[in-house]
């Protein structure tokens, strides 16, 4: 036998098990290919099996090959005529079991002690060689082969030895990846168990924070309209007025709490997701101060953006959580300052913009300064929950840094007591590659209406104006399509000095309504039995007709895939009841008319 | 947007929120499924096969409960499709 043959015939078959991508198929394939390679040289196998055993000595995998029939898998059996069952009783047999875990190969003459008796070709085998497996020092399996000759050269014999190592290799690769492969299985049943009970919790918070915060958007906005749109037949005393304010604000806080829980519950499920644009970063912190003008008044503080001359004007982040940001900070900036005020930076550094934040409040403890940004902690429990000027749910800075932390940026605090805080800001000035592809990668694989957004955050913040009031010689009418009695009373009662208003209940009814009269607008609620708001949308898309008539949605549910499905269906715009007053919804829905 | 990239997006999507970043790495390895950098998704090929493959890929690597999960991923698309159009393994 050539030795150059034989190197030939090994390198071969190491690329055949290079090559197998399947490792379930790395010993059936290498034993077939053996099995026809030793045929080329001198060896004319006629049979050919590879046998793997535990430590108990019982048969897990077994492959049998010979000239009339293709690889297969032995079956477990009975039968005391098979290879399987033979093998079985020989290494139950003490002295086969010692010579095979000596790791020496065994020649047997009686053929029928291992091969079945009926074998096609049976009666040429001469001799069974028996090549014990040995992986870790310990016997794992055998290769057996029948040929037509009594004995073997020695180096026919070391060659099955290097063929046998080779299988050993192969079985252990094959062994490792099935447990590797059992273990990602187990694993990815229970994410994905875990998936489900997380959808579940998303669903969960989202249906109880929108029934929340149906009834307090209720509350706030008849506090909101006694506060500030008194007629004649309503004359507030001081002590009322003042009342009503204390109400009104405790009432924008359990809002902004159940805001904050959704934020939180989004965070620590990695669901928050950001939709990039380029963001007027100065309109939007110009908006915040003007949202907290009455407060800055009352406590006769001041309030200054200093923007440096290289900043860009525009930055490339998410408008409605760099909203959260700036609103989080200026508003804490101004809660906790008595005397002096704040000061707004603006600087350029590299390709970052620095948000500098500077208040002459009461300043953080050294001690609370490393809890800042964790969830919950607040520095003065006592302080903090009995004034509602100041108290908070200790979710805010956690929700801020968290966002930041999405955006690429970072944040630092610097403060000193009695003197007061500074925030220190830092966000990329440009797009990013997002290190996170899980998360953030695929956005664009659906269009995620981020025009839509920000033009309805711009709508939001922008505070009614006269010259927003569409010119028009009659009343626009509006479908208002609302489940809940309290809700539609209350949008009939603000919206009727502007527009008609019709109402329906659900979405069926709105179509029932729809045939009958022309709309200009329809106001949508989501969730409303019957045909809920998803389902009214997708209706609609069917029918050319009511194309026309644009529909905002106005919702408290909290989900950000559902508005983002609704702006995909056709919505014009989202609105979240409980972020506006009502004196926002008239100059939106105005706008929409005028498109 | 061709309903296939929809599909494919779909179950990708589902994929990472179970096994993260891998799943993003195997839906690279199958010919004719393009991922750019930026997450933009383009198809080469029969749409249903790639489909079909992808998800043959996931369940060979994740088991059969992975082909559960795909099938969830792609209900709220389920409409946009015709049932002749569905590859076999997502049939429910």
Known sequence: ?595 | MDIYVELIGAIIKEQQQIVGPAALMQAKRIPGIHIEESGHLTLEGDGKELTQTLVEHYAQLFGQASVQMCKEAIKPLIDKISPDDLPVILKI
């Open chain 1, 1 to 595: 036998m050539d030795a150059q043959n034989l190197l030939t015939i090994y390198a071969d078959l190491q690329k055949i098990l290079l090559n197998t991508r399947d490792t379930s198929k790395l010993l059936p394939n290498l034993i077939n290919h053996a099995f026809f390679k030793l045929s080329q040289i001198d060896m004319h196998p006629l049979y050919m099996g590879g046998l793997f055993i535990n430590e108990n000595k019982q048969i897990m995998d077994s492959y049998i090959k010979d000239a009339y029939s293709s690889i297969n898998v032995a079956e477990n059996t009975r039968d005391p005529d098979s290879t399987y069952y033979k093998v079985n009783v020989m290494l139950n047999n003490t002295n086969s079991a010692q010579k095979l875990n000596s790791g020496k190969l065994v020649l047997v003459d009686d053929i029928q002690a291992i091969l079945p008796k009926n074998l096609t070709d049976g009666d040429k085998i001469k001799c069974v060689i028996l090549s014990p497996i040995i992986i870790e020092n310990s016997l794992k399996g055998l290769l057996i082969i029948g040929i037509d000759k009594s004995t073997l050269l020695p180096e026919e014999e070391a060659f099955i030895q290097i063929m046998t190592n080779l299988a050993g290799s192969a079985y252990k690769l094959q062994d490792n990846q099935n447990t590797l492969t059992n273990i990602t299985q187990e694993l990815y049943k229970t994410n994905a168990q875990l998936r489900q009970l997380d959808k579940m919790k998303d669903q969960l918070i989202a249906v109880t924070s929108h029934e929340l915060r149906t009834p307090a958007t209720i509350v706030q906005n008849y506090l909101w309209m006694m506060l500030y749109k008194s007629d004649e037949r309503t004359i507030l005393g001081e002590k009322d007025k003042e009342r009503l304010e204390h109400s009104y604000m405790s009432i924008q806080n359990l809002i902004h709490l159940i805001s904050d829980i959704l934020d939180v519950s989004k965070i620590e499920s990695n669901r928050l997701e950001l939709n990039f644009s380029q963001v007027d970063y100065e309109g939007t912190i110009n908006d915040i101060i003007r949202a907290q003008m009455p407060k800055i008044t009352a406590k006769n503080l001041t309030i200054v953006l200093n923007k440096a001359p290289d900043v860009p004007d525009k930055i490339y982040t998410d408008i409605m959580r760099l909203h959260e940001i700036f609103s989080n900070l200026i508003s804490n900036a101004v809660k906790f300052t008595e005397k002096g005020g704040v000061v707004i930076n603006v600087k350029r550094k590299d390709n970052n913009l620095i948000f500098e934040i500077k208040d002459t409040g009461r300043g953080i403890s050294p001690e609370f300064l490393p809890n800042l940004f964790k969830k919950f902690y607040r520095e003065d429990i006592s302080y903090t929950a009995s004034n509602p000027e100041t108290g908070g749910t200790g979710l805010g800075l956690y929700i801020v840094k968290s966002i930041i932390e999405l955006m690429h940026g970072s944040i630092t605090v610097q403060s000193e007591l009695g003197r007061g805080t500074t925030f220190i800001i830092t966000l990329p000035a440009a797009p990013v590659n997002s290190p996170l592809l899980d998360t953030s990668a695929l956005k664009s694989l659906t269009s995620t209406g981020v025009i839509h957004r920000e033009d309805y955050l711009k709508k939001m913040s922008e505070r009614p104006s006269t010259t927003e009031v569409v010119i028009t010689d009659k009343k626009k009418t509006i479908l208002l399509v609302e489940d809940d009695p309290d809700m539609q009373h209350l949008y009939s009662e603000f919206l009727t000095d502007d527009f008609n208003i019709v109402l329906a209940e659900n979405g069926l009814t709105a179509f029932e309504k729809m045939e009958k009269e022309q709309f200009d607008v329809i106001l949508l609620d989501i969730m409303m039995p019957k045909m809920d708001g998803i389902k009214f949308l997708e209706k609609r898309k069917g029918n050319k007709h009511l194309l026309n008539v644009p529909v905002i949605i106005l919702t408290n549910l909290g989900s950000e895939d559902v508005l983002k499905q609704c702006m995909e269906l056709g919505a014009t715009a989202t609105i979240m009841k409980s972020d506006v007053t009502p004196d926002q919804i008239p100059p939106i829905i105005n706008r929409t008319l005028a498109k």
